[in-house]
């Protein structure tokens, strides 16, 4: 029996944006001033949503603990706002996680699989969640990366707008000389890094700093509330980031994970050959790349993410200065984890938690002030939480549920979060990771069990302790009761 209907919201919400804040600070949960709780109530225009996403970026920052990363304005946000410590996307690839997390959709079996996903075509029966903000009378704006593909879900935006690449130059966005004659092809990469004196907007994210701050200005100007989607680009390969980003960082300092190993007992499907590094120059088509690369990746990974935290610190101090602060809710969240040498690993396409645990950080205006929760969200859980934020009624086909009870100070007992790549199907419930991959058939062929309590970097598979046999049925038959009722529909 489907039990999926669980997860859809059938109703609107009751309160709109000033009156949620009203409530929330009237049963005793204020994080802020009287002040300025009672001024967003008087505020009759609806809140406008700043939505930013990031590439590739995992919750290795200040905020989630890593203080070796510097992250000012993400620290920043999470000092203002809510963060998820336990946050998953449904699928760790950025055209299907888009999608998902866009449409409020968990993937399918054969639904939202790669990069190369266009929700448009893989959903078009459903209302995307930048299309029903402006069926609710909200302007709304692309800027950057949002969706993987530029034309996707077109209808769903007033204004649609990427930064464009010097003739000449290809999407990824090399600016020195070497790398942009090396970059010819698909497979014939430049280096996967590159370090040169630069301004910030040398690369795509300055200029859509600068895109998203001026209009910010004139949406400032309107009477009506507005979506603004930023997707940045970095700190996705290849990782260009101007030079004072990666001084930032002593190469001496910067080690391999831990887990920069391969354990026998963890099945050899839940690896990969990280195709996506090995187009790049200088690196190998097999095996490991050396230790000293494997450091200099690293390093550029850091400086892309400090890089793109520059221009996310830039936008919030536009918001301060244009005076829109006050009332406009802020969702950070990179579109999925990131490898970086975890499992021995380098980039997505897998489900181990480098690859599906995400950052996650929700700003509302007179109600969060650096709270964090372990609570497990997932993705398809930010849609319907948007909504209700807004006041704007949550359409009966998502999959999410909405996280606001967890910034009321409520601790759901049953929160869970489910991420597929390809045959693999991932629960996390409780602390542990379980797998599961299937055949064509829905027979499982291999398990992965991990107890984050005691293991958190999987090292260490339980599916076939005798132990756990107890634990792994139970976990499968919770996975199979709640991964929809369309899991293996074709589309």
Excluded at 121 to 145: A, C, M, Q, R, W
Excluded at 186 to 212: I, N, Q, S, W
Excluded at 219 to 248: C, I, R, S
Excluded at 334 to 357: E, T, V
Aim: proline share 6%; net charge negative; glycine share 6%.
């Amino acid at each position: 029996m489907s039990t999926s209907t669980k997860f859809r919201p059938m109703r609107p919400p009751l309160f709109t944006f000033r009156n949620w804040i009203a409530l929330f600070t009237l049963v005793s949960i204020s994080y802020c001033s009287d002040e300025k709780a009672s001024g967003q109530v008087d505020d009759q225009r609806p809140p406008n949503i700043l939505f930013i996403a990031v590439d590739d970026l995992r919750p290795e920052l200040n905020c989630y603990g890593a203080s070796h990363i510097h992250s000012p304005g993400i620290d920043r946000l999470a000092s203002e706002g809510f963060v998820f410590n336990r946050a998953y996307c449904n699928i760790p690839v950025c055209g299907a996680s888009r999608a998902s997390i866009l449409s409020g959709k968990r993937p399918g079996r054969y639904r939202f699989l790669t990069y190369y996903t266009r929700v448009d075509e893989d959903y078009p029966e459903g209302i995307s969640l930048p299309k029903h903000f402006k069926n609710n009378g909200y302007h709304t704006v692309s800027n950057g990366k949002v969706y993987h593909h530029m034309t996707d879900d077109s209808l769903a935006w007033n204004e649609i707008w990427r930064p464009k690449a010097k003739a000449g130059h290809s999407w990824r966005d090399y600016q020195t000389e070497e790398n942009v004659k090396l970059d010819t092809g698909h497979r014939t990469r430049g280096m996967p890094f590159e370090r040169a004196v630069l301004a910030d907007t040398a690369y795509f994210d300055g200029k859509l700093t600068e895109k998203t701050i001026r209009d910010l200005r004139h949406l400032k100007e309107t009477d009506q509330p507005f979506f603004m989607a930023v997707g940045f680009y970095k700190p996705h390969l290849p990782f260009n980031a101007p030079a004072k980003y990666w001084e930032l960082y002593d190469d001496q300092n910067i080690q391999l994970p831990e887990n920069y190993l391969r354990p026998e007992t963890t099945p050899k499907v839940a690896y990969h050959n990280s195709g996506e590094l090995r187009a790049y120059h200088q690196i190998p088509d097999q095996g490991p790349v050396s230790d000293s690369l494997a450091r200099q990746l690293i390093h550029g990974y850091y400086a892309c993410v400090s890089y793109t935290d520059a221009q996310i610190q830039k936008l919030l101090e536009a918001l301060d200065a244009l005076g829109l602060a006050d009332n406009t809710i802020v969702l950070l969240w990179g579109d999925h984890g990131w490898n970086l040498g975890d499992h021995m690993l380098w980039c997505k396409h897998c489900n181990f938690a480098s690859s599906i645990r995400t950052p996650l950080i929700l700003k509302v205006p007179g109600v969060t002030k650096g709270q964090t929760t372990n609570v497990i969200t997932e993705y398809v859980d930010v849609y319907p939480s948007l909504c209700e934020l807004a006041g704007i009624p949550i359409p009966d086909h998502i999959d999410g549920r909405s996280f606001l009870p967890l910034l009321q100070g409520q601790n759901p007992s049953e929160r869970f979060a489910i991420s597929k790549w390809y045959d693999g199907v991932t629960l996390v419930k409780e602390s542990f990771h379980y797998t599961e991959w299937l055949d064509s058939n829905q027979n499982v062929r291999a398990r992965m069990l991990f107890d984050h309590a005691t293991d958190p970097l999987e090292l260490n598979n339980l599916a076939e302790s005798p132990t756990y046999r107890g634990k792994v049925a139970e976990l499968s038959k919770f996975l199979r009761a709640h991964w929809g009722e369309d899991f293996f529909e074709k589309r």
